[in-house]
């Protein structure tokens, strides 16, 4: 029915639709109107009572012909009194009453209620029945939506190139016509036609919204986007999301400071949504007071003036406290977790059925390993809303964070099975019902105007399970599935999401790396074409990069480049291909085109405001560590804090580069940026404590372990690192025992803190309980060959039981069949027994295994040749340690020994010239100070003090933290008869090193 309907119309000539608009244009609509709204005036009064229906009969008996006065009565049935039957049988009446010309409107209210009640068929037959004797602008439009939501597509767009014809001025025409090309058409055609019908109402802040989103898919940059948005700000001044939308864009653009520019004007107004982003924006620059300030103004707006909802004829009332909510959020996201807990409480105290709160309770619980107290949250939470899929979500991540994989899946799995009891559909279309009318005619027709009084009726907390969710959970359960060891129901799983949401890139990246490890690349790649075909054409870099990263995982290089320039050629403002792209010329030695490609993509960042701190990282590091270039790091590291100065893993990457330089003050000026940028990343900390440890400021060292812990309370890397330092360097045992405890009791999963509290207990000797913690940690990560292999070296070397050792070394190489650290303890073990042709294998299939990892060839390379050298095969030690510094020149180990062999032969120039081509070749190098010393030994055996002292002066001022290097430059003077220059040293290492274990933080 609906395509003959659509075919009749659609046969139509715009020329007839033009003089019928004519005829239309021809009646006396002022006064039909005036007429209308006086009666309306002089009844409003009544509008609640019984009176008023049989008053607007009467005037209707007197003045049968004016549609506005049985749209009115109409619209009083079907809403005031909920009657749509009766307020359609009113509407036929009228149509059959009111002169041909003048019904566009009623036909238009009649087929918006008749759609409103699923009759879309019906409704989309009215409409085009009632173009042929009513041409009216807004029918044109009605019809077209119908049919777009009925993916008539080509209809639509032929009825709107009719009514833009015959109605050329009508703005929501245009407006519609640009909605359908945004969603099925060129977006350059959308864009054409959003242009137009700006010119035709420029006023209108909905449709500015609109194409300025259009322009953003298209491509626009950030500039273009501000220049847009101020033009629609010029024309709609007091549209506060025009604002919102300006300050977003802005804040890429610039940062935080322009964004916050453009919305404190506004903040007199009381508006919500400013003042909860510019306390957002407080929050992000640190200025908590007066972040705080905002919110708490918008919680107190919100509470004073709850939420009215229409019920039938009753309105209730009921608070939302969404300014709390938020609040919580950014005082969490800042690390101050006490404040968010009591904001929490008190949005509970406000409005105890708000389920979102809950659930946001449950999951900062979680986030602490508090799982019980997160648990009867999430259950409070569902006591509420039980069908809301975003709860049980959360609750099955907690539970598989808990190591309830069970549970986790159970909870998960549920999710897919909600939705048969629900008001609203199982899966949504994605768009909110109606939302095609909201855009196009922005509450100027009766369409709009009965779906806003429908519109209260539903309750706000009603989760519709779309197919994001569905995905989502699918992927969840593939995950879980994954951990549980069941890969193929994992791909299964991750196969069901991509069906039922191909647009969700995310899913498509795990399903190929889930394919890969069952079938291979060859069968990722046909699944990486198909992503290609199916996501979002925003997303098709996304896919690229993804895939090249797998490229080159296996080994594809040439295949993996291909890729990145296909991406970054695709979308230049994305910036991980560029990363990638440079990382995977950096890893083939070409130093030189990773940093140029860098460059490019650092140069395009700045000129668009594009925040991409982790390419300015990787770029910094690159120079400074391969390239032995710091100072242009610390310029690169200078360029990005510019572009995003709110990236404390940017600003602690600067710290660790002015650490090795020996420039500690700055460092600590960086990490102190670091933790202020982002107090709640606790590696910031992490590294600033360990500065303090290097330079023996124990007690600074705690106090910053015991900040960061406080900010970042599950980090389990930090907590290592802190029962590390007080276990290895302050000898309190006991106390690293406890925070290993506390390491794994917040990660049970985090196999390094089982791995490094398992050698604290085998340097104490305590090898039962040593072994018992490796074996957690091999339990825990079973890829990761480190326990496995320290659990060979516990056998070798303190049970001297070489038939465990060489077992659980076998287990390292299953679980990473290249572990060069393994191969190197099994060698060196068995040259140790006097086994050397046994241990030649096991370095050769080691060097073998190692393929192009230079630094793990060369440091196998460089313990072949020690062991050699103890057999006084020392033509082979020179040979080998030739090789390890051709495969890594930054390898001071090798440089070190090669010298050494020279000093035993007696060559003692030939040992300068290696010492003097090591220190430059291995600037950087942790091992650089090894090099220092035996060169100064050397220099002052041969009584060349001179020479040993400038040895000594170079080595310090490279590396300032080593303080080995120190006391033997000072034992040097003491030895040559200069006390005082001795002292100075002495003096130097006591201020630098001397341990401090008490004492108050400086900030």
Known sequence: MNNVSSSRLTRSSSSKFASRAAVAASINWPALSRRANATLSNLRSTVDSPSFESALRARIAQDDQNPFLWHALAKHLAIDRTDVNAAISVLQTAIRRVPPGSRGGLFEAWGTMEHRRGNSHLALRIYADALHTDPYAALFVSLAVIQLKLHLIDDARRTLRDASVAFPSYAPIWRA????????????????????????????????????????????????????????????????????????????????????????????????????????????????????????????????????????????????????????????????????????????????TDSGVWRAVAEIESRNRNYDKARAAFEKALAIDPND???????????????????????????????????????????????????????????????????????????????????????????????????????????????????????????????????????????????????????????????????????????????????????????????????????????????????????????????????????????????????????????????????????????????????????????????????????????WALLEASRCNYGYARQLFQMGHENDPANASLLTSWALLEGKEIGNVAKGRDLYELAVKSDPLHAPAWHSWGCLEMNAGNIVRAKELLSKASQVRKDDPSAWHTLGVLEAEHNDNEREAIKNWKKALDASPGHSLTYQSWAVFLARKGRMGYSREIFKEGIEKAGSRAPDKAMLLQAWASAEQKNDNLDKARELLNKSIEADKRRAESWQLLAGLARRRGLRDEARELYRSGVYAASGSPSLPLLYLSWGSLEAEDG????????????????????????????????????????????????????????????
């Open 177 to 352: 016509w640009a909605y359908l090309e945004t969603q099925h058409g060129p977006i350059q055609d959308a864009l054409q036609k959003w242009r137009t019908a700006l010119r035709k109402d420029p006023s209108n802040a909905r449709a500015w919204n609109t194409y300025i989103n259009a322009e953003r898919r298209s491509g626009a940059s950030q500039t273009r986007l501000a220049t847009l948005l101020n033009d629609a700000i010029s024309n709609c001044p007091k549209n506060t999301q025009l604002h919102l939308s300006l300050a977003r864009v802005e804040e890429k653009r610039k940062g935080f400071r322009a964004a916050r520019a453009v919305l404190f004007p506004l903040h007199t107004q009381d508006d919500l949504q400013v003042l909860r982003q510019l306390g957002r924006i407080d929050f992000e620059t640190r200025n908590f007071d007066s972040g705080r300030a905002f919110f708490r103004r918008a919680a107190d707006i919100e509470s004073a003036s709850a939420t009215d909802f229409r019920n039938g004829k009753r309105r209730t009332k009921r608070r939302t406290v969404k300014s709390l909510h938020a609040w919580a959020h950014m005082e969490v996201r800042t690390a101050h977790t006490n404040r968010a807990k009591a904001l929490l409480q008190e949005a509970i105290s406000v409005c105890e």
């Open 389 to 687: 899929p975003r709860i049980v979500l959360a609750y099955g991540r907690t539970e598989a964070l808990a190591g309830n994989l069970k549970r986790a899946e159970s909870l998960i799995e549920s999710v897919s099975k909600m939705g048969s009891n629900r008001k609203t559909p199982l899966f949504s279309t994605g768009l909110k019902e109606n939302a095609v009318a909201d855009e196009i005619f922005e509450d100027d027709t009766s369409a709009s105007r009965f779906k806003a009084s429908q519109s209260d009726e539903e309750d706000s907390r009603d989760m519709t399970l779309t197919p994001h969710m569905l995905a989502t959970t699918l992927k969840e359960r593939a995950m879980l599935a994954f951990r549980d060891g069941r890969l193929d129901d994992s791909i299964s799983l991750l196969n069901r999401a991509t069906e039922v949401n191909p647009s969700a890139e995310a899913n498509w990246r795990l399903l190929a790396a889930h394919t890969i490890r069952r079938h291979g690349m060859p069968h990722a790649r046909a699944v990486y074409q198909k992503a290609l075909k199916k996501v979002n054409p925003r997303c098709v870099p996304k896919v690229l990069h993804w895939w090249g990263q797998d490229e080159r995982t296996a080994g594809h290089i040439d295949e993996a480049r291909q890729l990145f320039v296909k991406a970054t050629e695709n979308n230049p403002r994305y910036m991980a291909p560029w990363v990638s792209w440079g990382l995977l010329e950096k890893s083939q030695n070409n130093l030189e085109r990773a940093c140029k490609i860098f460059e490019e993509a650092a140069t395009r960042a700045e000129e668009e405001g594009i925040k991409a701190p982790y390419l300015f990282q990787t770029w910094g590091r690159i120079e400074e560590l391969q390239r032995g270039r710091p100072d242009a790091a610390a310029e690169i590291f200078s360029r990005g804090v510019r572009i995003a100065p709110g990236s404390g893993s940017l600003w602690g990457s600067w710290g660790l580069l002015e650490h090795r330089r020996g420039n500690h003050e700055k460092a600590r000026d960086m990490f102190r940026a670091a933790t202020s940028a982002e107090p709640s990343i606790g590696s910031a900390w992490h590294s």
């Open 944 to 1003: 060349e003090v001179k020479r040993a002292r400038e040895v000594f002066e170079s080595g310090i001022n490279k590396c300032p933290s080593n303080r080995e290097l120190w006391k033997a430059y000072a034992a040097f003077e003491e030895q040559r008869g200069n006390p005082s220059r001795a002292k100075e040293l002495e003096e130097e290492i006591e201020r630098l090193f001397v341990r401090r274990e008490l004492g108050t933080m400086v900030w």
